[in-house]
């Protein structure tokens, strides 16, 4: 079996990341190329001993970086304004793409990509919402189905409006309202930006969710997830830990909190990678839609608009805005 | 020294427990009657030897009751249409007043309650907003004003808007949005009523408070309460416990919840009393001011207009409702 | 209904705190006196508001405050040596007795004192197991005797050889070793003394309960028992509270302990003393047969011979030590 | 760069996952070989796609497998009786080789491997502790060495000798006395084995380790691990999770366990898994001695011992026992 050949462009700290995964825990992948345009990421990039050591190839062009020999596919991981055009060109020369999220803040650039995606059946295209591969939220996803219905939706964390589709079976949305607070951040102001904000989404057919996202979490990584049931309800991650470890000491009991996104959910990007990469070789479905990511963008929208006006977004039932 | 004569007016759930509490937990006071319309609860009260032993008498006419010799204190815990102008007939006697909340559910009548109370400065009045005198909402408390500000109140419960007063410093509240859905109790749709609810509150200064209300859970009386601070948060009773015991069986690990309110803060309702009956007899200041109760209804009241009407609630620097 | 006139024996921290709870939280019961020798002990409740609110006399002698008339109970806190004579002295004056445990350290004179205590039935006499009222253990034992049968007992922490009598069913000693360790407290050296011991006493029938006990804990007071069952396990405190708040700053998350034996068990020696007045008020049989304390104190000294000998300790079937 | 050839012998279960964990987790290692002499295995092996995928060749003898072109290590995996003679063979051959614990159940031959390791020093030979690849653990290591000293330590579970000599930092044992039942395996009587046993270890310069070892655990693997230190206590996985969801249902809060070893420690293995090869493919020094094995078998005899005679079992200062 021939392993299948990965450049990831971006060499941030996911992209970083994404290299690690795809080389320590994704058997039938070789990553075999990095893109950057960063002269430091570059420089580190060209020095690394372990990238040497696994043959992998630094590009500082993307599309130079398109035409490596024998590249099967792209990881994504730049900034979000060359997410659409980067996700377009590589679909052009029939390489499967994972793009990271959002495909574009622009939705008509995201709904180009869905087009060119579907215009290249053979090609595998998927935005990278990873909470989905993660053991927790499949595991709760499992407990619900077995559920009769499900009323309430509640999530104290960012993007996460992905999840209370999933979890409430693809509701259409009706309206929402969103509140914000600016405390930590006074360079944001001139943005109307805030850092920390409350959103209620009132979907179709009495489902609600809610949302509470920060910029600022003192403790470290915190994102915890409740789903109210006719039965009962379930709760994710609401006592975050960096381990099992507990340490009793004259100032009570504590417990440390995984410090990033990463060590919460580096086990779901490396289930995400795997069940990509055996799609691509298999020629499988791929495990999420492109178009779930469409979704999500227009209630984050309509959640923006109402923060900025302080008004009701209402959306028809098409999931087109009213106002 | 003289204990404090009390009658308690009410025998249902919480009525009983109220005599229970005092008679239990309050060596200051003694409870002298009870008073109740309800002819199932003066036959249990009438042979009840519990009542007996501690020479408790039973009233079926509250006026009657006033009258009972050496009273010095009513705590009325009757339905809720009644609240006002009982403690309206007992502060007019010169007699201490425990009211349970609200006061009443018509705002002008329960300002005039807070009227009585202010011409009849020897009386004690109070509305029992007995979350006060939780220890673990106490010890929250501390640590809240041990800290600089405090950015966002989240609490995931019924009957908590006193708690963000009480938490973000008597905030002026801006504006509000709520909704909700019928999942369980078909009955209530005729009332335009909903049984599981979402609501928002913005106020005044950057403070943001939500609020997730149900009528229904299965696991027993869950009231959590996140508080969101500069350097990190507070969370109380995010994982409700019966007691200390956890069971490991072949389901995995499990404990066991508190059935009810009761449980959960029966030490809460001692206290309270405890705090309120030495107010009366060493004629020290109440713990709880009546006015907090006229703001948390007039918060209620806008956020029910909001589910009610789907519209932003919009309030004014002086509280008032502006639609 | 008269109540039950007591007088408390020992003011050191927990005398006064028997004063506490059987003035606030047993209603059936009126604390008449204390008594104590020690002179800032009787000068500090000589000039207690309290104690004269509630009519409380001072003694500084014993045998004149058994004599205090229509004294009806002793609650016996003093220190050990004293706990035999001063029952024993009770009891010959028929006056009820709640003397805290152990009995004695001398054998010989703790049988004495349930002797006496067979020869006057209408006197009651318990000695002190307060854990045996606790909610959780209560919980646990209920929990246990729905199981088929138990297989191993453990327990970390002082003061327990009672609860393995109470959840493994009296079962009858075998063996026993001790190891312990002197790591905080020098001055123990010389009394052949240690201040972290654990011990394991294997009872006929294939039962086992092994026991940690140390006198030093930093975090605060932190008693926890683990029941292992044919079908899983049961958990007791494992994880200590102080209250339901959680703080998570930069540190991670934290909880405090309660810091010591007396906020664990309050409620504990509340339901204590409510169940012995009215075991004493209505001549019903007392919670606890002083027996058990018998059978306590057996099994302790054969744990501190193996501990100071270093050899295994066996026990013949009727309970006597065999070297 | 070129991967170290690995062949893993024995298919059971922890081989399985051996080949699973060099495969998906070991991106510098290559699984080349399996050698089972189980019928059942060597058709699962030869019929695996997966085996095949990553050209894994399938052998019968364990010789042979030796010989096979290009082998850098192995991996013994097969049941304790062979352990040592397997481990010589390849040591002979100049073959890296990792093996499970114990080297052997009869000292004087696992002190033959540990002989011969030392004859061939460009030979790597490790024994699998796999805790101490764990990341609670190691984050427990560290904050033990940050603390003054240790007194006790507190192990729950079995394999855990091993635990308490890191922990304690190497003490030489003293004493020891272990008491074991039969409770859910009638068959083991006539072994004279027991499934649930505790045992106490005594050190030289006064610190103790005792163990709670069973068989049969209903909830799932259950292995925690308690360490007192002067300043507090450190606690490992107290109470364990199957992932970050919890259920409240009627029944109360429920989480799920982990089932078994594995699940605790998949990504100790892999983490193990990952040490090793590098320490053979950079020639540095392996992670773990194979001297600690040596020490762990005789104290796991002198607690066996002990069992079987009920005695207490006494160990010189050079750790050799004197009864």
């Given at each position: 079996m021939e392993p299948l050949n990965i450049a990831v462009v971006g060499l941030g700290r996911m992209g970083k990341r994404h290299v690690h995964t795809l080389v320590y825990r994704v058997p039938r992948a070789r990553v075999v190329a990095v893109c950057t345009t960063d002269k430091n990421e570059i420089e580190w990039a060209t020095n690394n001993e372990e990238y040497k050591d696994f043959g992998i190839q630094v590009y500082s062009n993307y599309d130079e970086m398109l035409g490596h020999r024998g590249l099967h596919a792209v990881w994504i991981s730049t900034s979000t304004d060359v997410h659409a055009s980067q996700s377009l060109a590589a679909i052009a020369k029939g390489i499967h793409t994972l793009c990271e999220?959002?495909?574009?803040?622009?939705l008509a650039e995201a709904q180009y990509v869905v087009e060119a995606a579907k215009c290249n059946p053979s090609v595998k295209v998927m935005a990278g919402f990873s909470r989905r591969f993660d053991a927790s939220y499949r595991d709760a996803a499992e407990k619900i189905y077995q559920q009769e219905a499900i009323g309430i939706f509640v999530d104290c964390a960012i993007h996460n409006i992905d999840l209370s589709l999933w979890y409430l079976g693809n509701p259409v949305p009706k309206a929402c309202w969103a509140a914000g607070t600016l405390q930590?951040?006074?360079?944001?102001k001139d943005l109307s930006d805030v850092d920390n904000v409350v959103g209620v989404v009132e979907f179709r057919g009495g489902k609600i969710a809610y949302f509470y996202c920060s910029r600022t979490q003192a403790h470290g990584h915190d994102v915890s997830t409740e789903i109210t049931e006719t039965n009962g309800k379930l709760m994710v991650n609401v006592i975050p830990n960096q381990n099992n470890v507990v340490l009793a000491d004259k100032l009570g009991m504590k417990h440390e909190v995984q410090p990033e996104y990463w060590q919460r959910f580096e086990d779901a990007f490396a289930l995400e990678a795997n069940e990509i990469v055996e799609a691509i070789v298999k020629n499988k479905e791929l495990p999420l839609s492109l178009g779930t990511g469409i979704t999500v963008m227009k209630i984050g929208q309509a959640l923006q608009q109402a923060l900025l006006t302080g008004e009701v977004t209402r959306v028809n039932e098409s999931g087109e805005r009213l106002n």
């Open positions: 999220k959002p495909l574009s803040t622009d930590h951040h006074p360079e944001l």
